[in-house]
C-alpha cells in the first residue's frame, strides 16, 4: 500500500491560512473524519503523536499522524499552506506542504512501511518545488502521482 492508494483529490486542500496546530490538526479530522466521533478521535491521535515528538519531515514538510480507535482504514490528506509556516520544524524552515495521516487503532508492517515510503516521498525537494506551483487539486495530485513514479523508478 502507498500513499497514493488512498489519498483521493477530495482530501486536498489549497491556500490554507495556518494559525496554529491545533487549528491544522482539527483541519486534518475534519477532512478524514466520517461523523462527529471519527473527527474527535482523529484529532486525539494528531495531538497524541505530536506530544512525542515534532512530526515534520524538514524542507517545509509535516507529516502529522496518529492513531484513531474508530477506524479501521489508513486515511490521508494533503494540505498546501498559503504561506510558510512555524512549525517548529527540526531544520527551522517553514512548512508549507502537511501530510495529514490516520491510522488505525492496531497498526501493522504495511502501515509502518507507507509511513517511511511516504516521509522518503515528500522529502524529495523536487517533488516539493513542483507542489508548491500546483494551482489545483488536480495538478498537485498529478504532481504527487509524478513524484511516486520517478521515486520509484
Known sequence: ?????????????????FIS????????AELLGDDPHEILTIYHGLVERE???NTSLSNGVAVPHGKCESIEE??????????????ESI????VDI????????????????LMKDTAHLFRQHRLYKRMMTAESREQLMSEIMQ???????
Open 147 to 153: 513524484g511516486f513514479q520517478i521515486c520509484n523508478s
Open 74 to 87: 489508513i486515511k490521508a490528506c494533503v494540505i498546501k499552506l498559503s504561506q510558510g509556516a512555524d512549525y
Open 98 to 113: 502537511v501530510i495529514g495521516i490516520a491510522f488505525p487503532e492496531k497498526i501493522n508492517t504495511s502501515h509502518r512501511t
Open 51 to 53: 506530544k512525542l515528538g
Open 91 to 94: 531544520d527551522d524552515v517553514p
Open 21 to 28: 496546530k491545533k487549528r491544522l490538526f482539527e483541519t486534518i
Open 1 to 17: 500500500m502507498k500513499i497514493i492508494d488512498i489519498l483521493e483529490e477530495d482530501k486536498i486542500l489549497l491556500n490554507y491560512h
